[in-house]
C-alpha cells in the first residue's frame, strides 16, 4: 500500500470536506453501537473477560520467543510448514517464489491487514499472479482501485449506487442497486475463483502455540473456501499473534466479534492444523506459515510500547474515536489506521514519516475505555509523542527552537511566585485586549492561530477571581 | 525449514524483550500450566439438559439459523420434504456419518425425488497408488458438491453459548459439504449440545488425549447462516457460504 502518511495533515482536510464519507462513517458508528450495546449490554462479565484478555496477551508477549519456539514445532508436527520473515521483502518474496515454484497463476485471500502491510497483492501480480480478494467489501475495494477505509468494513465509503455501477463496469452485468442482487452477482464471479485459484492466502487472528492451530475468524465464508478449495494455503502472521492455549483462545473468541462488529460470534470460526491429512476429501496439500517480524522486534524493545502489541485488530478503537469518526481511515495514510494506527505505524514506517499521527488525538481515552484487551492507548500515543519530538526525523536529538525556549522560561517566570503570577496575569488581561471582539477571543497571531483556527477562546476576566473573592470578604 | 533461521528470528525477539539468550533445555513446564490446568482438568461438563437445549435454540435462530426439533423419522422427512419442495432441492450431498445411517437419510431423499451422493473419496481410490485416479476422483467429488443444492452433516458438537456448530473434518466428513451448497441441514443430537466454550475446548482436549491422535486438520464453528455487511451496512445472506442453515436437534 502505498505510505501517505506524510500527508495526514492534507488528507484529513479532504476528509472533512468529503460529506459522503462523512454520511457513511456516520452510519457505520451508529449501527456497530447499536450491536455493540445488544452483545454486551448488561453483561457482568465484560470487563472480567477484558482483564483476562490483556493478562493472556502480557504473558504471551513477555515470553514471545519460547510461545514462538512452541508454535513452529507443533506445526511442523502437524505438517505444516513454517517461514519466519524478517521484513515485508522477505516475506513478499516466499510467497512469491513459492507461487512460481508450483505453477500459481490465481490466488485467492481472505482479508488480511498484513497482507497489506506487506503490500503483497501488488507483489504478486507484477510476478504475473493474479491475487483476487474473496472479501466483499476488499473485493469492491480492489475493483475500485482503491485502498480499504476501515479494518473492518473497507467499502464503508462506497453507497451501493457506487458499487452498482463498480460492478456494471468492471464485470459487464446489468447494472443493479439492489444490495441482494450485487452479493448474488459477487458470489457467483468469487465461487468460479475460489474453484478455480491454485493458492489461498489469509491471515491468522490467532495462533494457538500449544496445538500449532491457526484460528480465523469471518463471516462470509470466503475464509473457509480460501482454507479449504485451493491445494496450497499460506497463511500470514504478526509474530504478536500467537497465543498459549486454546482455553486461553475462550476468552478472544469472546471479545473479538462484539468488539469488531458487535457479534456474540462470527459466522465461521476456522481452526485449522496443518494441511489436509492423508485420506480427507478436500482440504489443501500443504500449509505454511510465515511468521512476520517487520519492525514488531523493535516495539518489543520498549517495554512500554510493548503493550501496542496485544491488539487483536478489533477496530473498535477507530470506531470510538471522535477523529477517526470525521477523517476516516484514508486520511491515516496507511495500513492501520485509527488510534491504534497512530501508536504503532510511526514504528513501522519511521517516526518521521508519520510524526503527525501521535498528535491527531485529544486524549479523550474513548479507545482505552472500548479496547477489549485493555491497551491504555492515549498512554502511548503520549509516549509516541515525546518519541517524535526528541528523536526527530533523523533520530538525533533535538534542537528546541529559541521561541519555545524562550516560551518556556517566561512561563516558569511567571509561575514562580505569587507575585510574578499575578504581575503577569494582569498583563496578559491588557494584551489581551486588541483580540477581543464581541467578548470573545476568535483569532490569535502567528502560531498562537493554532488555538483559534477552529475554535474561539474566552477572554481572561478583567476582575480575577482571587480580586473578586479579597473584596467579597472584604480584605 | 533451515534450524538456523530459526535460531537466529526466535533470538532477535529474545533480545528485544531484553532477555539472557535461552540456555539448552529450558523447562517448558511452566509455559502453559497457568490457568489452563484449572479449566481442563477435573472440569465438570454441563449436561446436555433441555433448558441447555432450549438455550442453543434460541442463541442460533437469533443468528438466523432454522432449528428444529424432531423425535421421529416422520418429523424429520416432513421437514426435509417441506424445504426440498420450497428450495427446489434436486441434489444433494451428505456426510459419511452415523447418523445419517441412523435415520436413512438416503431413502429419505430418494423417496423425495432428491439425487443423494455420499462426499467421500471411495476406499478403492484412495488405497491404490494411482495419483491421477485419486486426482480424477477429487476433482468428481468436487464437481458434485458444488452442483448441490443441499449439503448434509452431522456435527461434533452444538454450543449452546454461541448457537454455535461444531463440525471437525476427518475422512468421510469434508468441509465442502457445509460450505459449498446453498443449503446446509446439520443433525444434532441432543447430547451433543455443550454449555460453553470452556467445556468445550475441555472435552476437545479430553478427546485429544485420549485417542492420542493429533488435533484433526480443520474444526469449524458454524453460527448462522454466512453473511455480510459491506455494502453500505446492509446485512445479507448467504454470500460465499450456505443461505441457509437449518438444524435438525434429535
Known amino acids: 500500500m502505498k505510505l501517505k502518511t506524510e500527508t495526514f495533515y492534507e488528507n484529513s482536510q479532504a476528509a472533512l470536506k468529503d460529506a459522503k464519507l462523512q454520511r457513511a462513517i456516520n452510519t457505520f458508528n451508529t449501527r456497530f453501537f447499536h450491536h455493540r450495546e445488544k452483545s454486551i449490554g448488561n453483561l457482568d462479565s465484560w470487563d472480567e473477560w477484558r482483564d483476562e484478555a490483556r493478562k493472556i496477551k502480557a504473558r504471551t508477549i513477555n515470553r514471545l520467543d519460547e510461545y514462538l519456539e512452541l508454535l513452529v514445532e507443533q506445526v511442523t508436527k502437524a505438517g505444516g510448514i513454517v517461514h519466519f520473515s524478517k521484513d515485508a521483502e522477505d516475506a513478499r518474496n516466499y510467497i512469491a517464489e513459492l507461487a512460481k515454484a508450483r505453477g500459481v497463476k490465481l490466488v485467492v485471500k481472505g482479508k488480511s491487514m498484513t497482507t497489506e502491510e506487506i503490500g503483497l497483492n501488488e507483489f504478486l501480480e507484477e510476478a504475473g499472479v493474479e491475487a483476487v480478494e474473496t ?125 469488531a462488529s458487535g457479534q456474540k460470534m462470527s459466522s465461521y470460526v476456522s481452526f485449522i492444523t496443518g494441511p489436509r491429512r492423508a485420506l480427507e476429501e478436500d482440504g489443501p496439500e500443504e500449509l505454511h506459515l510465515v511468521i512476520l517480524d517487520n519492525g514488531r522486534s523493535r516495539i518489543l524493545q520498549d517495554e512500554e510500547l510493548r503493550e501496542s502489541l496485544y491488539c487483536i485488530r478489533c477496530g473498535a478503537c477507530l470506531n470510538a474515536c471522535p477523529v477517526y469518526a470525521k477523517i476516516g481511515g484514508h486520511a491515516y495514510g496507511w495500513v492501520y489506521s485509527g488510534p491504534i494506527g497512530s501508536v504503532i505505524t510511526p514504528n513501522f514506517v519511521g517516526l518521521g514519516k508519520a510524526k503527525e499521527l501521535p498528535f491527531a488525538s485529544s486524549l479523550c481515552g474513548a479507545c482505552k475505555d472500548i479496547c477489549p484487551v485493555r491497551i491504555n492507548i492515549p498512554h502511548l500515543l503520549l509516549k509516541m509523542r515525546s518519541k517524535v519530538v526528541e528523536e526527530g526525523e533523523e533520530g538525533a536529538k533535538r534542537r528546541v527552537p529559541w521561541l519555545e525556549r524562550m516560551s518556556f522560561t517566561l512561563w516558569a517566570l511567571c509561575m514562580r511566585d505569587r507575585r510574578s503570577y499575578e504581575l503577569a496575569s494582569r498583563l496578559a488581561t491588557l494584551m489581551q485586549r486588541p483580540f477581543v471582539r464581541d467578548g470573545k477571543i476568535t483569532s490569535l497571531p502567528g502560531f498562537l492561530s493554532r488555538w483559534t483556527n477552529n475554535r474561539d477562546l474566552p477572554p481572561l476576566a478583567s476582575r480575577t477571581f482571587r480580586k473578586r473573592w479579597d473584596d467579597y470578604i472584604g480584605r | 525449514m533451515a534450524q538456523g533461521i530459526n535460531r537466529e528470528f526466535l533470538s532477535h525477539i529474545r533480545r528485544s524483550l531484553g532477555k539472557p539468550p535461552a540456555s539448552e533445555g529450558t523447562s517448558r513446564e511452566d509455559l502453559l500450566v497457568e490457568k489452563s490446568s484449572h479449566r481442563s482438568k477435573e472440569r465438570k461438563i454441563e449436561e446436555a439438559s433441555e433448558e441447555l437445549i432450549k438455550t442453543f435454540e434460541a442463541e442460533a435462530t437469533a443468528v438466523g439459523a ?152 480443520c474444526m469449524t464453528f458454524v453460527t448462522g447462516p454466512s453473511r455480510t455487511g459491506d455494502i453500505e451496512l446492509t446485512l445479507t445472506v448467504g454470500v460465499h457460504g450456505p443461505k441457509e442453515l437449518h438444524i435438525l436437534i434429535v
Open chain 1, 135 to 259: 472479501d466483499l467489501g476488499e473485493y469492491i475495494v480492489q475493483l475500485a482501485g482503491e485502498t480499504p477505509a476501515h479494518i473492518i468494513a473497507p467499502a464503508i465509503h462506497k453507497t451501493r449506487q457506487d458499487v452498482g455501477e463498480l460492478f456494471a463496469d468492471k464485470l459487464g452485468v446489468e447494472y443493479s442497486e439492489e444490495v441482494e442482487k450485487l452479493i448474488k452477482i459477487a458470489r457467483r464471479q468469487l465461487r468460479e475463483k475460489f474453484c478455480n485459484a491454485q493458492m489461498g492466502i489469509t491471515g491468522v487472528n490467532f495462533a494457538v502455540a500449544e496445538t500449532g492451530t491457526i484460528v480465523i475468524v469471518e463471516n462470509e465464508g470466503n475464509v473457509r473456501l480460501s482454507t479449504s478449495l485451493p491445494p496450497i494455503h499460506v497463511a500470514l502472521m504478526g509474530i504478536e499473534k500467537v497465543i498459549p492455549t486454546m482455553e486461553d483462545l475462550a476468552v478472544f473468541l469472546r471479545v473479538l466479534p462484539r468488539s
Open chain 2, 66 to 217: 432454522f432449528v428444529h426439533r424432531v423425535d421421529t423419522q416422520e418429523e424429520i422427512q416432513t421437514y426435509l420434504d417441506a424445504l426440498i419442495n420450497r428450495c427446489q432441492v434436486k441434489r444433494a450431498v451428505r456426510w459419511e456419518s452415523p447418523i445419517c445411517a441412523e435415520f436413512e437419510i438416503d431413502e429419505m431423499l430418494g423417496n423425495l425425488g432428491v439425487e443423494m451422493s455420499i462426499a467421500h473419496l471411495e476406499n478403492t481410490i484412495t488405497s491404490a497408488s494411482d495419483g491421477g485416479a485419486e486426482a480424477k476422483a477429487r476433482e468428481e467429488l468436487r464437481r458434485k458438491v458444488e452442483e448441490a443444492d443441499l449439503g448434509i452433516s452431522g456435527v461434533e458438537y452444538a454450543l449452546a453459548e454461541t448457537g454455535s456448530l461444531v463440525l471437525m473434518t476427518q475422512k468421510g466428513q469434508g468441509r465442502a459439504v457445509s460450505l459449498l451448497p446453498p443449503i446446509h441441514v446439520a443433525l444434532v443430537k441432543a447430547q451433543q449440545v455443550v454449555a460453553d466454550l470452556d467445556d468445550l475446548f475441555a472435552l476437545v482436549r479430553d478427546s485429544s488425549l485420549n485417542e492420542g491422535a493429533s488435533p484433526t486438520s
